[in-house]
């Protein structure tokens, strides 16, 4: 599993393209607009006075010379975004100076030297003060390109916020996983090979089966739980195995069951999800040589549904708010939201835990 700091550079990487393309993107539909907004001016003019219509390489270079403002005046306003709100202000400021005489000082130098290719002949010459007293409606041009920054912006923060949401779920996701794993090792582990011990000392035919399900249990935590997801079925025998190493300390008439039924195909769930509340039952409902213990666990699947139950004998210290059990309850946040119901309950000197999950 890639570590925290590789997972935020990657996802740095990835923020950094998709914010180039999306400014392409909406630059690109940018000139499409100028460029409809442009025809629909020299149609109208044309109808309305033939005389006023420029040459056709005018409105060319007019276009980009839109084209070429917008995207300085885009990459200027994106550098200073993030600056505090009174630097931002004055900011928006300068740039409205620079680009207001900037625009018109080209349209002075178009229409002075741009005969006959740009200007017609017989258009008579126009000082600059002329262009400053017309300048209205380009004025309302850069409050245009100023709103549909402002628009885009906002819309992209927008979204960037919501991946990153999304991100950091799965990243907190991989995190509580490989806390699941961790959580698992050293108790049972330690146990474990304190029973095999035992077994050996005592030369039990048991031994050979017992180190049979601990090299189960091993492979699927260190090699299949790798995955994003598990089969069912991988993850149904990890609990069987689990279960009957655990059962090697307690009494041998102690009632520990597990019924599987239906069939688990190739439905998959994510690892280690389930023996949280298995672990939990045997830390806190079962006691070591006392007659009272008993556990239940019953697995039915009925296609893409699956009903998962844990019933174990209770001496009140079973609990539903250890950091195993809390970090099951933000997998299934972050996983299942909206597929699954989690019930915990006591009474009658027994502790009930039941899941209801939809797999797909």
Request: hydrophobic share 45%.
């Amino acid at each position: 599993m890639k570590d925290k700091s590789t997972i935020v550079n990657m996802v740095s990487e990835e923020e950094k393209k998709h914010h180039r393309r999306f400014w392409r993107r909406a630059f690109l539909l940018y000139a499409i607009a100028e460029i409809v907004i442009l025809g629909i001016q020299y149609f109208i003019t044309r109808n309305q006075c033939k005389v006023c219509v420029l040459p056709p390489a005018y409105y060319v270079v007019n276009w980009l010379q839109h084209l070429l403002f917008t995207g300085l005046l885009w990459y200027c306003l994106n550098r200073f975004y993030r600056l505090p709100r009174w630097q931002t202000i004055l900011v928006n400021v300068v740039f409205f100076c620079l680009h207001y005489f900037l625009w018109i000082t080209v349209l002075y130098f178009i229409f002075r030297y741009g005969k006959p290719v740009l200007i017609w002949d017989r258009v008579s010459p126009k000082s600059f003060e002329w262009f400053v007293y017309g300048s209205w409606a380009d004025i309302g041009k850069y409050v245009l390109k100023l709103s549909a920054f402002y628009v885009l912006k906002f819309y992209f923060e927008y979204r960037r916020a919501e991946r990153q949401r999304i991100q950091l779920a799965v990243i907190n996701k991989d995190m509580q996983i490989n806390l699941l794993k961790q959580q698992l090792s050293p108790h049972f582990y330690f146990n474990t090979l304190n029973n095999l011990y035992g077994l050996a000392r005592s030369n039990s035919h048991r031994l050979s089966e017992a180190l049979h399900q601990l090299s189960n249990i091993m492979r699927y935590v260190i090699v299949d739980c790798n995955q994003p997801k598990v089969l069912l079925s991988e993850e149904i025998k990890f609990l069987q195995s689990y279960i009957a190493l655990e059962k090697l300390r307690y009494e041998q008439d102690t009632v520990i069951e597990m019924d599987v039924n239906g069939a688990a195909g190739d439905q998959q769930i994510i690892p280690l999800l389930l023996i949280q509340f298995v672990e939990n039952a045997f830390k806190h409902g079962m006691k070591e040589k006392s007659e009272k213990n008993w556990m239940k666990v019953e697995v039915a699947i009925h296609h893409e549904e699956l009903l998962f139950k844990v019933q174990n004998s209770y001496y009140g210290t079973a609990t539903a708010d250890g950091i195993g059990i809390h970090s099951v309850r933000r997998i299934l946040d972050l996983q299942y939201e909206g597929k699954y119901s989690l019930e915990m309950l006591d009474g009658d000197n027994r502790f009930l835990v039941t899941l209801k999950l939809i797999l797909s």
